[in-house]
C-alpha cells in the first residue's frame, strides 16, 4: 500500500495526542503544549504535500484505501480517504489556523491544571476535523463527525470546576451543544440509512453517480438531502439549532476560535459542498437551505448588535457568518461559500483571539486586583466580570498590538476593501444579486448590521474611557498569544488574493466556472459597510467619550429597552425551547417520579440534567407561549400516567421493555417482509 | 443430514435466546442476571455460526463469533465484578432490595 | 443424531441453570451448556470456536462465577420473580415466534463462497479487529484488578469518590 500524506496529516495529530495522553502526567507545563504545536504543525505541512498530490492525480481525486472495516453484504465501508481539490483546501485551512491557535493556546493556559489535557483534546479534536473533512464515504465521514462532536462537548465543559456555580454553567452549555447537536444528527443518519437503502453504498462517488440517474426533484433526494441538512443545521448552529453556539463560548477561548467560529461549525456547510450533487438535483432543500441561511444571517447579526458579553457578540456572529455561508450553497454558489470559509475561519479565528487576549488580560489585571488588599472596595454590584463589554474601553492605549489585530480582524468581518472578507462577502452578494434578488437585499442588510454591530464592539472594547480597576490596569498579552494574532491578521490582509473577482486561484484550483463580477454590487456592499461602520461611530463614539464617569450606557438601550432585550436573547427562541419541548419534559419526568418506585437512571437523566433550566424558569416571562406549551404539556402528561406504572427501576421490568420493543420491531420486519 | 444441523442450530439458537429472556424477566439475583446474559451470548455466538455455516461463509463467522465470546467474556467478567461489590457495599444481591437502595429522593438533587 | 442430542443436553442444562436453587450448581449447569454449545459447533464445521468456546465457556467462565461467589459467600434463595412466570415466559415466546417470522425465507444459497480458512480471516483481514479486542481484554483484566483490589484497602460503607 502506498503511503499517501494524507494518512499523516491525521496520523499526527493522533499521535501527538497519545504522547501526551501517556505522558502527561510526568511531563512539565510548556512541553504537552510543544508536542501539540509539532504535531499540529507537521499535519500543517503534510497537508500541503497532500495537497499537491491532487493535481497530478486522475480527474482531480486520490483514494487512499486504508483497511477493510464493515464488510456486510452489500454494506462495503472501510476506512478509505478522499483528497481533492475541496477536501485539501479545507485541509490546509484547517491545519494552518489550527497550528496558530495551537500557539497561541500555549500562552492561553498557562498555569491551568489541566494543562495537558487541553492539549489532547485539541489534537483529537483536529484529527477527527481531519478525518471528517478527508473521509471517502458518509460513515467514515460521520466518525469525525461524531469525534468534533465529542471534542466540542469537552472543551466547552473544560472548566467544569470553576466556583461560584460557573462550573456547573459551563458543564451545561456542553451538554447542551451535544443535546442539540444530537437532533441534528438523527436527521443525518435517516439520511444516511436512505442514501444506503437506495444506492447500496455509502461511498461519495457511489452515491453520487446513482443519485445523477434519478430525475431532478425526485422526493428520494429531497428527503435524503433534507436528512443531511437537519445534521448540517446542528453542527452549523443554523435555525432551528443555533441555541448551543452562544453558550458553547464557556469554553476556553483558542476552543472558541478553533472549534466554535473557525472549523467544526463549518462542518455543517462542508457537508453540503461534499454532497453538493444531491442538493443540486433537489430544488426544493436548496430554496429551504437559502431561506434557512438568509433568516440565520439576520437573526443572528441582530443578535449580535445587543450582546454585552465580548464573546457571545463574536458566537453571534459566527452563527450570522454561517448563514452567509448556507445560503450561498442553497443558491449553489460552492466556490464562494468555500471562499467565505476560509476566509471566516481566518478573521473569526482573529477576532476571537483577539478578543480572548482581552480577557486574558482583564482576567489578569482583576486576578492582580484581587491579590492586593488595597483595591478590594467595590466589590459589591459589579463584580468583575472579565468578557463583558460593559467594563472595558479604552484598552487602545493598554493593548496597541491586540488593538491593532482586533482592527483588522473587524474591518475584515465589515467587509472593507482590499481585506480577505470583502472579496468573499461580495462573492456572495454578486451571486444572490443575479439568482435570487430577494436573497440579496435580506443579506445585504445582515452585511450591514453585520458592519454595524462589529463597530459598535470595536468602540465599546477600545476607546474611551477604562470603565473598570481591570480595564485600566490590564496589560498587553505575551508574545506567544501576540504573534499568532500578527500571522492570522497578515493572512486577513491577503487572503482576498486566494480568490479575487473574475478567475482567481480558489475557482480555477476548484475547477468552477467562473464568477462574474458586478460592479454595482462590489460599491453596494462598499457602502454598506461604511454605512455601517459610520453609523457605529456616530452612535456610540460619541457615548463612550461622554461617558467621563466611565459607565456603559448603550445609547440603544435606553431607546428601545424591549427590543434589545429580546435581541440579547437570541430572539427568545431559546425561551421558547424551554417553554415547550422541556417542560413539557420535565413535566413528564415529575409525574413519573410520583410512580411508586422511581427510576434510578430516569432520575438522573431527568433531574441533573434540567436543574438549569428550572432555575431559568423561575424568572421566565409568564405572558408568553402559554397556549402552546399547556397543549404540548397535557398531552405529554397523559402519556406520562399511562406509563408512569412501568417506571419501577428494576432490571426485569427494564427487560419485559425492552422484548415489548423488540416484539414491535419484529412485527413490523415480518409484516413488510410478507409484503415484499 | 447437513440440513438436519441446520435445523438443530436455529432450534438451539432461539431454545437458548429464549431461556436467557425468560431468565433476565424473572430472575432477581444480580449473578443469576449475569448467567443469562452468558446463555444469551451463547446463542448469539451460534446464531453467528450457523448463519455462516448457512451461506457458506464459516470462516468469516467464526472471526465474528470470536468477537462476541470475547466480548461476551469481558461482560461476564466486569458484570462479576460489579456484582461483588455490590454484595460488599450493600449486603445484598437482589435486584429489589437494590433498586430501593439506589432511589434518591430527586428533592434532595434538586436544589444542587 | 449427534446433533439433536447435543441440542436437547443445552437445553436442558440452560433451563436447569436459571431455574436451580443453588448458585454453584447453576454456574455448573452453565459449564454444561457451554460444552452443549462448542459440541454443536464443531459439528456445523466451526472447529477453532468450538475450541474456543469449550475452553473459554467450560473452563474459565464458571471458575469466574465460583470465584467471585467464593468472595461474597453463599446466597441460595430464590425469591418470587416481580414478573409472573407465565406473563414472562409468554412475552418470550411471543418474541421468539416473531423473530422466526422475520427470518423465515432461509437462503441456503451459496455454499463455500470462500474457500478461505478461519486463520487467513482472522490473521489478516480482520487484524484490526483482533488488536482490539487484546486490548479490550487487558483493559476488562486491569479494571477487574482495580475493583477488586480498592475494596481490600477500605473498609464497606466508606466509597467515596477517589
Same mark, same amino acid.
Given at each position: 500500500?502506498?503511503?499517501?500524506?494524507?494518512?499523516?496529516?491525521?496520523?499526527?495529530?493522533?499521535?501527538?495526542?497519545?504522547a501526551?495522553?501517556?505522558?502527561?502526567?510526568?511531563?512539565?507545563?510548556?512541553?504537552?503544549?510543544?508536542?501539540?504545536?509539532?504535531?499540529?504543525g507537521?499535519?500543517?505541512?503534510?497537508?500541503?504535500?497532500?495537497?499537491?498530490?491532487?493535481?497530478?492525480?486522475?480527474d482531480?481525486v486520490?483514494?487512499v484505501?486504508?483497511?477493510?472495516?464493515?464488510?456486510?453484504?452489500?454494506?462495503q465501508?472501510?476506512?478509505?480517504?478522499?483528497?481533492?481539490?475541496?477536501?485539501?483546501?479545507m485541509?490546509?485551512?484547517?491545519?494552518?489556523?489550527?497550528?496558530?491557535?495551537?500557539?497561541?493556546?500555549?500562552?492561553?493556559?498557562?498555569?491551568?491544571?489541566?494543562?495537558?489535557?487541553?492539549?489532547?483534546y485539541?489534537?483529537?479534536?483536529?484529527?477527527?476535523?481531519?478525518?471528517?473533512?478527508?473521509?471517502?464515504?458518509?460513515?467514515?465521514?460521520f466518525?469525525?463527525?461524531?469525534?468534533?462532536g465529542?471534542?466540542?462537548?469537552?472543551?466547552?465543559?473544560?472548566?467544569?470546576?470553576?466556583?461560584?456555580?460557573?462550573?456547573?454553567?459551563?458543564?451545561?452549555?456542553?451538554?447542551?451543544?451535544?443535546?442539540?447537536?444530537?437532533?441534528?444528527?438523527?436527521?443525518l443518519?435517516?439520511?444516511?440509512?436512505?442514501?444506503?437503502?437506495?444506492?447500496?453504498?455509502?461511498?461519495?462517488?457511489?452515491?453520487?453517480?446513482?443519485?445523477?440517474l434519478?430525475?431532478?426533484?425526485?422526493?428520494?433526494?429531497?428527503?435524503?438531502?433534507?436528512?443531511?441538512?437537519?445534521?448540517?443545521?446542528?453542527?452549523?448552529a443554523?435555525?432551528?439549532?443555533?441555541?448551543?453556539?452562544?453558550e458553547?463560548?464557556?469554553g476556553?477561548?483558542? %476552543?472558541?476560535a478553533?472549534?466554535?467560529?473557525?472549523?467544526?461549525?463549518?462542518?455543517?456547510?462542508?457537508?453540503?459542498?461534499?454532497?453538493?450533487?444531491?442538493?443540486?438535483?433537489?430544488?426544493?432543500?436548496?430554496?429551504?437551505?437559502?431561506?434557512?441561511?438568509?433568516?440565520?444571517?439576520l437573526?443572528?447579526?441582530?443578535?449580535?448588535v445587543?450582546?454585552?458579553?465580548?464573546?457571545?457578540?463574536?458566537?453571534?456572529?459566527?452563527?450570522?457568518?454561517?448563514?452567509?455561508?448556507?445560503?450561498?450553497?442553497?443558491?449553489?454558489?460552492?466556490?464562494?461559500?468555500?471562499?467565505h470559509?476560509i476566509t471566516?475561519?481566518?478573521?473569526?479565528?482573529?477576532?476571537?483571539?483577539?478578543?480572548?487576549?482581552?480577557?486574558?488580560?482583564?482576567?489578569?489585571?482583576?486576578?492582580?486586583?484581587?491579590?492586593?488588599p488595597?483595591?478590594?472596595?467595590?466589590?459589591?454590584?459589579?463584580?468583575?466580570f472579565?468578557q463583558?463589554m460593559?467594563?472595558?474601553?479604552?484598552?487602545?492605549?493598554?493593548?496597541?498590538?491586540?488593538?491593532?489585530?482586533?482592527?483588522?480582524?473587524?474591518?475584515?468581518?465589515a467587509?472593507?476593501?482590499?481585506?480577505?472578507?470583502?472579496?468573499?462577502?461580495?462573492?456572495?452578494?454578486g451571486?444572490?444579486?443575479?439568482?435570487?434578488?430577494?436573497?440579496?437585499?435580506?443579506?445585504?442588510?445582515?452585511?450591514?448590521?453585520?458592519?454595524?454591530?462589529?463597530?459598535?464592539?470595536?468602540?465599546?472594547?477600545f476607546?474611551g474611557?477604562?470603565r473598570?480597576?481591570?480595564?485600566?490596569s490590564?496589560?498587553?498579552?505575551?508574545?506567544?498569544?501576540?504573534?499568532p494574532?500578527?500571522?492570522?491578521?497578515?493572512?486577513?490582509?491577503?487572503?482576498?488574493?486566494?480568490?479575487l473577482?473574475?478567475?482567481?486561484?480558489?475557482?480555477?484550483?476548484?475547477?468552477?466556472?467562473?464568477?462574474?463580477?458586478?460592479?454595482? %454590487?462590489?460599491?453596494?456592499s462598499?457602502?454598506?459597510?461604511?454605512g455601517?461602520l459610520?453609523?457605529?461611530?456616530?452612535?456610540?463614539?460619541?457615548?463612550?467619550?461622554?461617558?467621563?464617569?466611565? %459607565?456603559w450606557?448603550?445609547?440603544?438601550?435606553?431607546?428601545?429597552?424591549?427590543?434589545?432585550? %429580546?435581541?440579547?436573547?437570541?430572539w427568545?427562541?431559546?425561551k421558547?425551547?424551554?417553554?415547550?419541548?422541556?417542560r413539557?419534559?420535565?413535566?413528564?419526568?415529575?409525574?413519573?417520579?410520583?410512580?411508586?418506585?422511581t427510576?434510578?437512571?430516569?432520575?438522573?437523566?431527568?433531574?441533573?440534567?434540567?436543574n438549569?433550566?428550572t432555575?431559568?424558569?423561575a424568572?421566565a416571562?409568564?405572558?408568553?407561549?402559554?397556549?402552546?406549551?399547556?397543549s404540548?404539556?397535557?398531552?405529554?402528561?397523559?402519556?406520562?400516567?399511562?406509563?408512569?406504572?412501568?417506571?419501577?427501576?428494576?432490571?426485569?421490568?427494564?427487560?419485559?421493555?425492552?422484548?415489548?420493543?423488540?416484539?414491535?420491531?419484529f412485527?413490523?420486519?415480518?409484516t413488510i417482509g410478507?409484503?415484499? | 443430514?447437513?440440513?438436519?444441523m441446520?435445523?438443530?442450530?436455529?432450534?438451539?439458537?432461539?431454545?437458548?435466546?429464549?431461556?436467557?429472556?425468560?431468565?433476565?424477566?424473572?430472575?432477581?439475583?444480580?449473578?443469576?442476571?449475569?448467567?443469562?446474559?452468558?446463555?444469551?451470548g451463547?446463542?448469539?455466538?451460534?446464531?453467528?455460526?450457523?448463519?455462516?455455516?448457512?451461506?457458506?461463509?464459516?470462516?468469516v463467522?467464526?472471526s465474528?463469533?470470536?468477537?462476541?465470546?470475547?466480548?461476551?467474556?469481558?461482560v461476564?467478567?466486569?458484570?462479576l465484578?460489579?456484582?461483588?461489590?455490590?454484595?460488599?457495599c450493600?449486603?445484598?444481591?437482589?435486584?429489589?432490595?437494590?433498586?430501593?437502595?439506589?432511589?434518591?429522593?430527586?428533592?434532595?438533587?434538586?436544589?444542587? | 443424531?449427534?446433533?439433536?442430542?447435543?441440542?436437547?443436553?443445552?437445553?436442558?442444562?440452560?433451563?436447569?441453570?436459571i431455574?436451580?436453587?443453588?448458585?454453584?450448581?447453576?454456574?455448573?449447569?452453565?459449564?454444561?451448556t457451554s460444552?452443549?454449545?462448542?459440541?454443536?459447533?464443531?459439528m456445523?464445521?466451526?472447529?477453532?470456536?468450538?475450541?474456543?468456546?469449550?475452553?473459554?465457556?467450560?473452563?474459565?467462565?464458571?471458575?469466574?462465577?465460583?470465584?467471585?461467589?467464593?468472595?461474597?459467600?453463599?446466597?441460595?434463595?430464590?425469591?418470587?420473580?416481580?414478573?409472573?412466570?407465565?406473563?414472562?415466559?409468554?412475552?418470550?415466546l411471543?418474541?421468539?415466534?416473531?423473530l422466526?417470522?422475520?427470518?423465515?425465507?432461509?437462503?441456503?444459497?451459496?455454499?463455500?463462497?470462500?474457500?478461505?480458512?478461519?486463520?487467513?480471516?482472522l490473521?489478516?483481514?480482520?487484524?484490526?479487529?483482533?488488536?482490539?479486542?487484546?486490548?479490550?481484554i487487558?483493559?476488562?483484566?486491569?479494571?477487574?484488578?482495580?475493583?477488586?483490589?480498592r475494596?481490600?484497602?477500605?473498609?464497606?460503607?466508606?466509597?467515596h469518590d477517589?
Amino acid at each position: 500500500m502506498p503511503v499517501h500524506p494524507v494518512i499523516l496529516v491525521i496520523l499526527l495529530p493522533l499521535l501527538g495526542m497519545l504522547a501526551n495522553l501517556s505522558l502527561a502526567h510526568r511531563l512539565r507545563e510548556p512541553i504537552p503544549g510543544l508536542i501539540a504545536i509539532t504535531a499540529a504543525g507537521s499535519a500543517f505541512f503534510a497537508a500541503l504535500w497532500a495537497a499537491g498530490t491532487v493535481g497530478a492525480a486522475p480527474d482531480g481525486v486520490v483514494h487512499v484505501h486504508l483497511l477493510e472495516w464493515i464488510a456486510v453484504g452489500a454494506l462495503q465501508v472501510p476506512w478509505a480517504l478522499r483528497v481533492d481539490a475541496l477536501s485539501a483546501a479545507m485541509m490546509v485551512m484547517i491545519t494552518g489556523v489550527g497550528t496558530l491557535i495551537h500557539l497561541y493556546a500555549v500562552g492561553y493556559m498557562r498555569g491551568d491544571s489541566r494543562y495537558a489535557r487541553f492539549f489532547v483534546y485539541l489534537n483529537l479534536f483536529l484529527a477527527a476535523m481531519l478525518l471528517l473533512i478527508s473521509a471517502d464515504n458518509y460513515l467514515v465521514l460521520f466518525v469525525g463527525w461524531e469525534g468534533v462532536g465529542v471534542c466540542s462537548y469537552l472543551l466547552i465543559g473544560f472548566w467544569f470546576d470553576k466556583p461560584h456555580g460557573q462550573g456547573v454553567k459551563n458543564s451545561t452549555a456542553g451538554r447542551k451543544a451535544f443535546i442539540v447537536n444530537r437532533i441534528g444528527d438523527a436527521g443525518l443518519l435517516i439520511g444516511f440509512g436512505l442514501l444506503f437503502w437506495n444506492f447500496d453504498s455509502l461511498q461519495f462517488d457511489a452515491v453520487f453517480a446513482g443519485a445523477s440517474l434519478l430525475p431532478a426533484g425526485d422526493p428520494l433526494l429531497v428527503a435524503i438531502t433534507i436528512g443531511l441538512l437537519l445534521g448540517a443545521l446542528g453542527k452549523s448552529a443554523q435555525i432551528p439549532l443555533f441555541v448551543w453556539l452562544p453558550e458553547a463560548m464557556a469554553g476556553p477561548t483558542p %476552543v472558541s476560535a478553533l472549534i466554535h467560529a473557525a472549523t467544526m461549525v463549518t462542518a455543517g456547510v462542508f457537508l453540503i459542498l461534499r454532497s453538493e450533487v444531491l442538493f443540486t438535483l433537489a430544488p426544493v432543500s436548496q430554496s429551504l437551505i437559502v431561506a434557512i441561511g438568509v433568516l440565520t444571517a439576520l437573526l443572528g447579526a441582530s443578535a449580535a448588535v445587543a450582546q454585552r458579553d465580548i464573546k457571545r457578540t463574536l458566537a453571534y456572529s459566527t452563527i450570522s457568518q454561517l448563514g452567509f455561508m448556507m445560503a450561498a450553497v442553497g443558491m449553489g454558489a460552492y466556490t464562494a461559500a468555500l471562499f467565505h470559509l476560509i476566509t471566516h475561519a481566518c478573521f473569526k479565528a482573529l477576532l476571537f483571539l483577539s478578543a480572548g487576549s482581552v480577557v486574558h488580560a482583564l482576567e489578569g489585571a482583576a486576578h492582580h486586583a484581587a491579590d492586593s488588599p488595597s483595591t478590594h472596595a467595590g466589590q459589591g454590584d459589579d463584580a468583575p466580570f472579565p468578557q463583558d463589554m460593559r467594563q472595558m474601553g479604552g484598552l487602545r492605549r493598554r493593548m496597541p498590538l491586540t488593538f491593532w489585530t482586533y482592527t483588522i480582524g473587524a474591518l475584515t468581518l465589515a467587509g472593507v476593501a482590499p481585506l480577505a472578507g470583502y472579496f468573499s462577502k461580495d462573492a456572495i452578494l454578486g451571486w444572490a444579486a443575479e439568482h435570487d434578488p430577494a436573497a440579496f437585499l435580506a443579506l445585504a442588510a445582515a452585511a450591514g448590521l453585520t458592519a454595524f454591530y462589529v463597530g459598535r464592539q470595536w468602540i465599546a472594547v477600545f476607546f474611551g474611557a477604562p470603565r473598570s480597576t481591570m480595564a485600566a490596569s490590564a496589560v498587553e498579552s505575551p508574545s506567544i498569544m501576540t504573534r499568532p494574532l500578527l500571522l492570522l491578521a497578515g493572512l486577513c490582509l491577503v487572503g482576498g488574493a486566494l480568490n479575487l473577482p473574475g478567475g482567481g486561484a480558489l475557482t480555477g484550483w476548484l475547477g468552477a466556472e467562473e464568477e462574474s463580477f458586478h460592479l454595482s %454590487v462590489a460599491i453596494a456592499s462598499l457602502t454598506l459597510a461604511a454605512g455601517g461602520l459610520g453609523l457605529a461611530i456616530l452612535i456610540y463614539g460619541r457615548a463612550v467619550h461622554r461617558s467621563a464617569d466611565a %459607565v456603559w450606557r448603550d445609547p440603544l438601550e435606553t431607546r428601545a429597552e424591549r427590543l434589545m432585550k %429580546v435581541m440579547r436573547q437570541g430572539w427568545w427562541i431559546d425561551k421558547l425551547y424551554r417553554r415547550t419541548f422541556i417542560r413539557a419534559f420535565k413535566r413528564m419526568g415529575l409525574a413519573l417520579k410520583a410512580a411508586e418506585e422511581t427510576e434510578l437512571v430516569f432520575d438522573r437523566l431527568t433531574y441533573l440534567g434540567y436543574n438549569r433550566l428550572t432555575e431559568a424558569l423561575a424568572d421566565a416571562d409568564e405572558t408568553l407561549f402559554e397556549g402552546l406549551e399547556h397543549s404540548t404539556t397535557d398531552f405529554v402528561q397523559e402519556l406520562a400516567g399511562a406509563s408512569e406504572r412501568t417506571q419501577t427501576g428494576q432490571l426485569n421490568w427494564n427487560v419485559v421493555g425492552i422484548i415489548g420493543g423488540l416484539i414491535v420491531v419484529f412485527a413490523i420486519v415480518a409484516t413488510i417482509g410478507a409484503q415484499r | 443430514m447437513i440440513i438436519d444441523m441446520y435445523a438443530a442450530g436455529i432450534a438451539a439458537v432461539f431454545g437458548l435466546l429464549g431461556i436467557g429472556l425468560y431468565g433476565l424477566m424473572t430472575l432477581r439475583n444480580l449473578i443469576k442476571v449475569i448467567l443469562s446474559l452468558q446463555i444469551i451470548g451463547k446463542a448469539a455466538v451460534l446464531a453467528v455460526v450457523v448463519a455462516g455455516s448457512i451461506s457458506g461463509e464459516i470462516a468469516v463467522a467464526q472471526s465474528m463469533a470470536a468477537s462476541v465470546i470475547v466480548a461476551d467474556t469481558l461482560v461476564a467478567v466486569i458484570g462479576l465484578a460489579l456484582a461483588v461489590q455490590m454484595q460488599r457495599c450493600h449486603g445484598s444481591l437482589d435486584l429489589r432490595t437494590l433498586s430501593m437502595k439506589f432511589h434518591t429522593p430527586p428533592e434532595a438533587e434538586n436544589g444542587g | 443424531m449427534l446433533s439433536v442430542a447435543a441440542v436437547l443436553v443445552m437445553l436442558f442444562s440452560a433451563l436447569l441453570s436459571i431455574s436451580v436453587r443453588w448458585l454453584l450448581t447453576a454456574a455448573l449447569w452453565l459449564a454444561v451448556t457451554s460444552a452443549g454449545t462448542a459440541a454443536l459447533l464443531y459439528m456445523l464445521g466451526a472447529h477453532e470456536i468450538a475450541v474456543i468456546e469449550f475452553s473459554v465457556g467450560t473452563g474459565l467462565v464458571p471458575v469466574l462465577f465460583v470465584f467471585a461467589m467464593s468472595l461474597m459467600g453463599r446466597a441460595s434463595s430464590m425469591p418470587t420473580p416481580i414478573i409472573p412466570r407465565t406473563a414472562a415466559g409468554g412475552l418470550a415466546l411471543l418474541c421468539l415466534a416473531l423473530l422466526g417470522l422475520t427470518l423465515l425465507p432461509i437462503n441456503t444459497a451459496g455454499q463455500d463462497k470462500f474457500p478461505i480458512t478461519f486463520s487467513q480471516i482472522l490473521w489478516q483481514d480482520r487484524s484490526l479487529d483482533m488488536l482490539v479486542q487484546i486490548v479490550l481484554i487487558f483493559a476488562g483484566i486491569i479494571s477487574v484488578l482495580n475493583i477488586l483490589r480498592r475494596t481490600d484497602t477500605e473498609p464497606p460503607g466508606s466509597r467515596h469518590d477517589h
